[in-house]
């Protein structure tokens, strides 16, 4: 994995695995296949945990939701647990009606009974195309084949079958000393096109074998996806069908986590970690995408405008364009910090592309062309936004916005 996503790996405290997944922890298999939604590819996956697991979810803010989150938030509505997760790829399940929603259910119903678990402790996830019925037999046959593959644990078959438009599969994994214990905390993530803050087309399964009460890890899980998750975009349209779903088997045997426990930040250290590699790795794999964008605001009132900000750059079409065709057209940046609606005053601000400052005291500065236009032509192309205010500071990550967008879009059904 290049080395651009992993920023946190300077925490002392965190072990980052270079062969790292979602199975990693203790007590998690996952694999996948080929079932028939898609012509070849594959397009059925499942995750599995040896025992009933504390979970909780995030959603996409869309009105429009798939039936497979109705049928998941019914799942963890239940006990707060899950054991299982099927995703199936290719078709969305959404504005799918009555059918769809009996589909998920019937979906949900097929998998539990093939794994002799309880009918709520599964997920049901799909992503793909919308307003086109599942075929409900051929997921069927491809969910009964499940329990045979169980032991050989291919988690890489997973990050494949979840995928649609993605150019390559997304996963990390980090371990921690909590009270004498190693935890370990993975993920897998799909995302490429409809990618926006407040969630996208984007799928993040996190695991973790560490012990937590369950409302503590709903919490962490919701505070960090606003710090990562949720400050990425790639072309400004938010799906109907994401989410993220965090399991955690216990089997790490730790004292049981809660926010009051002297390890708590930690944890929260590692999951932050895991879910911000995987938010730049969508970012990284936007459609078309040949760099990624990162934007670290700092100097304003307080994180949330930074974030506000940071977002504000990063969701601009001018912006991306203009990163993509390597012209350091500041004048771009200072537009979208402009129209964020976050409390600034402009006297104070300062813009650099990289090493090269732009802007001072919300005024241009002579600056080397040339220098700009090489920070630009980097894979990672970093903006910098000071106001010198305050102790406020945020972060968000994109792409650029290329022809090849526009070529995969208009062919995405065909």
């Known amino acids: 994995m290049s080395t651009f996503y992993q920023v946190?790996?300077?925490l002392e405290h965190l072990h980052v695995l270079e062969a790292g997944s979602v199975t990693t922890p203790k007590g998690y298999t996952a694999g996948g296949m080929h079932c028939g939604v898609k012509f070849k590819r594959k397009d059925l996956g499942w995750l599995y945990s040896?025992?009933?697991a504390e979970a909780a979810g995030v959603?996409?803010?869309?009105?429009?939701q798939g039936a497979p989150l109705v049928v998941t938030q019914d799942s963890i509505a239940r006990e707060g647990k899950l054991q299982?997760?099927?995703?199936?790829?290719g078709k969305a399940n959404t504005c799918t009606g009555e059918q769809g929603l009996q589909d998920a259910y019937e979906m949900r119903k097929t998998f539990t009974d093939s794994l002799g678990i309880k009918e709520h402790y599964a997920a049901v996830v799909s992503t793909g195309i919308i307003g086109e019925l599942l075929p409900m037999e051929k997921i069927n046959q491809g969910i009964q084949q499940i329990p045979s593959a169980l032991q050989q644990n291919e988690p890489d078959h997973f990050e494949k079958a979840i995928l649609t438009t993605d150019t390559?599969?997304?996963?990390?994994?980090v371990q921690m000393n909590i009270g004498g214990k190693t935890v370990t905390i993975g993920g897998a993530a799909k995302g490429s096109g409809m990618i926006h803050p407040n969630m996208a087309t984007m799928l993040s399964f996190i695991t973790t074998?560490?012990?937590i009460d369950q409302q503590d890890l709903h919490a962490a899980l919701k505070q960090v996806t606003d710090q990562t998750f949720n400050c990425i975009s790639v072309d400004g349209d938010t799906s109907t069908n994401d989410m993220v779903l965090v399991l955690a088997n216990g089997l790490a045997q730790n004292e049981r986590l809660t926010k009051d426990h002297r390890s708590w930040e930690t944890f929260l250290e590692g999951l932050r970690f895991v879910c911000e590699s995987l938010a730049k790795?969508?970012?990284?794999?936007g459609e078309?995408?040949?760099?990624?964008?990162?934007?670290?605001?700092?100097?304003?009132?307080?994180?949330?405008?930074?974030?506000?900000?940071a977002k504000s750059v990063i969701s601009s079409n001018l912006v991306k364009t203009a990163v993509h065709g390597e012209d350091p057209n500041w004048g771009r940046i200072v537009c979208s910090i402009g129209y964020s609606d976050a409390p600034l005053n402009p006297n104070d601000l300062t813009v650099s592309i990289g090493s090269v400052k732009v802007v001072e005291n919300g005024l241009p500065l002579p600056y080397d062309e040339d220098k700009a236009r090489e920070e630009l032509q980097k894979e990672h192309v970093t903006l910098y936004i000071d106001f010198h205010e305050g102790t406020g500071t945020g972060n968000a990550w994109g792409c650029d916005l290329s022809y090849d967008y526009v070529r995969i879009n208009a062919s995405y059904r065909t």
């Open 8 to 10: 946190a790996e300077k």
């Open 50 to 52: 040896e025992v009933p």
């Open 59 to 64: 959603y996409t803010t869309n009105r429009f």
């Open 84 to 89: 299982g997760i099927i995703v199936n790829s």
């Open 168 to 173: 390559f599969t997304k996963n990390v994994a």
């Open 209 to 211: 074998d560490a012990s």
């Open 281 to 285: 790795q969508i970012a990284r794999d």
């Open 288 to 309: 078309g995408a040949t760099k990624l964008i990162e934007v670290q605001v700092s100097g304003v009132e307080s994180d949330k405008g930074a974030r506000q900000i």
